[in-house]
């Protein structure tokens, strides 16, 4: 079985300029998350989905930062513009629902220059 | 707010021994704690998870115990090698179904 898909794995930008990540979870997996892991730190999270549904977007940035899931299946999280301190891993995560064991991609390495 | 601490943030045990990681965590109302492992440029992977009403599970040479009253988890992890090296983050789920994780303890297991 397939686990937790993100694209791109690495990505290097200059500040200011725009940068999406996708993510694709686990077939069957209803619950989705974002979250962002600072060097040395914990993840924390940015985002939850119960299907299509943002039930928790608290902790996002919403001047800079959007996401979506469209279909309830993959999710697009953008930035827009990015600054120099938005570098940090960008985590995505799923699960069958909102308590269960939660599954999480490889990431993606956000350098902003 | 939820606060998840793991002491010692860093760790270097020789090959073959026992050895205990811990995690707290302020709110005792949680639905479970999971631990996870993390290898350098990596995601996370899903090691152990416990339910709010178990004390302990086990996986392999693995074991974690959770006391809710006390706001505190242990994971074992026994004879280790030095593949076992990574950082280990525990994380609890709260009412609001938020994961909350530990900033974790680094381990190095010495050939």
């Known amino acids: 079985e397939a686990g937790v898909v993100q694209s791109p794995r690495y990505k290097i930008i200059e500040k200011k300029q725009p940068v999406a990540f996708w993510c694709n979870p686990i077939?069957?997996?209803?619950?989705l998350y974002w979250y962002l892991q600072n060097l040395g730190q914990g993840p924390e999270l940015l985002i939850r989905y119960e299907n299509e549904e943002a039930v928790d977007d608290s902790q996002l940035p919403k001047d800079r930062f959007s996401a979506e899931r469209l279909k309830g299946v993959d999710s697009t999280l953008k930035i827009q513009p990015a600054e120099l301190g938005d570098s940090a891993v960008y985590l995505c995560?799923?699960?069958?629902?909102?308590?269960?064991?939660?599954?999480f991609g490889p990431g993606t390495r956000l350098t902003v220059t | 707010k939820q606060e998840v601490t793991q002491i010692p943030a860093a760790l270097s045990v020789p090959e073959g021994e026992n050895l205990v990681l811990n995690c707290s965590f302020t709110?005792?109302?949680?639905?479970?704690l999971q631990w996870f492992r993390q290898d350098p440029g990596k995601g996370l992977t899903s090691l152990l998870l416990?339910?709010?009403?178990?004390r302990e599970q086990t996986s392999g040479r693995l074991n974690a115990s959770l006391d809710k009253s006390s706001g505190r988890s242990t994971l074992y992890i026994a004879a280790s090698q030095p593949g076992d090296s990574a950082t280990y983050l525990c994380a609890v789920i709260d009412g609001n179904e938020k994961l909350t994780f530990g900033t974790g303890t680094r381990l190095t297991i010495i050939p």
């Open positions: 077939s069957g997996h209803n619950t």
């Open positions: 416990i339910q709010s009403s178990q």
């Open positions: 995560a799923s699960s069958l629902g909102g308590r269960d064991e939660q599954y």
């Open positions: 709110d005792s109302a949680i639905y479970n």
